[in-house]
């Protein structure tokens, strides 16, 4: 699997060229070829595909205190290795960032057709939790935040996605102690139009912003 990683100094240039052309048309890269793919825009006329990790939803327990009724383990996904083969320098933290997803039609409401959520790290895996398993209450739904994110429009079939900088600042500064040790880390969960539950198995889009150095 690649990895792609790129320096800083690229980045800012990049990023500094989308932050003064704030207007979306200005960004002319070329929609995914098929659906439900995605594309990092780097500058006004490139980008870097998004690459799908496929996982499956595995559980922990731990019984010590589940008489006490307090969270006795722990549904999740798991994605091998700290870091997302498309991962941005730090400098990404002070500029918007831009991804093109494509869908059969850029019609219905985007926040319906996918979420952008950060991730647990560790030190060989990323883990998107799901549940928390009780003793009396069974599973119970994580405190999952999610990306706040704005969408248009794009091309014949496709979204433009923001994530402004004030939000990627935020999700920066929530845990900084793991930013600093891993960077933040990312998945693009599509939603599923007939029921929003997760499978046995799921395929996420995922990109990441590497720590500082």
């Known amino acids: 699997m690649r990895k792609v990683v790129f320096g800083a100094a690229a980045l800012f240039m990049a990023f500094v060229s989308n932050a003064q052309v704030l ?12 659906e439900q793919e995605a594309i990092l825009v780097i500058n ?11 996982s499956k939803l595995r559980a922990t327990a731990n019984v010590g205190m589940a ?3 307090v969270p006795k383990g722990s549904e999740y996904y798991q994605l091998e290795g700290p870091e997302s083969p498309v991962t941005l320098d730090a400098s990404a933290y002070d500029n918007d960032m831009y991804i093109i997803i494509s869908w059969e039609d850029n019609k219905r409401s985007p926040k319906r ?3 952008i959520i950060p991730l647990e790290i560790q030190k060989k895996r990323r883990i998107y939790n799901v549940a928390k398993l009780t003793a009396f209450k069974g599973s119970v739904a994580a405190d999952q935040g999610y990306v706040n994110f704005s969408a248009e429009k794009y091309g014949d079939h496709s979204y433009l996605v923001k994530i402004p900088a004030e939000e990627l600042k935020a999700l920066r500064d929530d845990n900084n102690g793991e930013m600093k040790k891993f960077g933040k880390q990312f998945i693009i969960r599509l939603l599923n139009a007939s029921t929003d ?10 990109f990441g912003i590497a720590k500082p150095k």
């Open 23 to 34: 207007d979306p048309s200005a960004i002319k890269v070329e929609e995914p070829e098929f």
């Open 44 to 54: 006004e006329t490139e980008g870097v595909p998004l690459e799908v990790e496929h």
């Open 67 to 69: 008489l006490l009724g």
């Open 113 to 115: 057709l996918f979420q």
């Open 197 to 206: 539950k997760l499978s046995d198995t799921e395929d996420f889009i995922t």
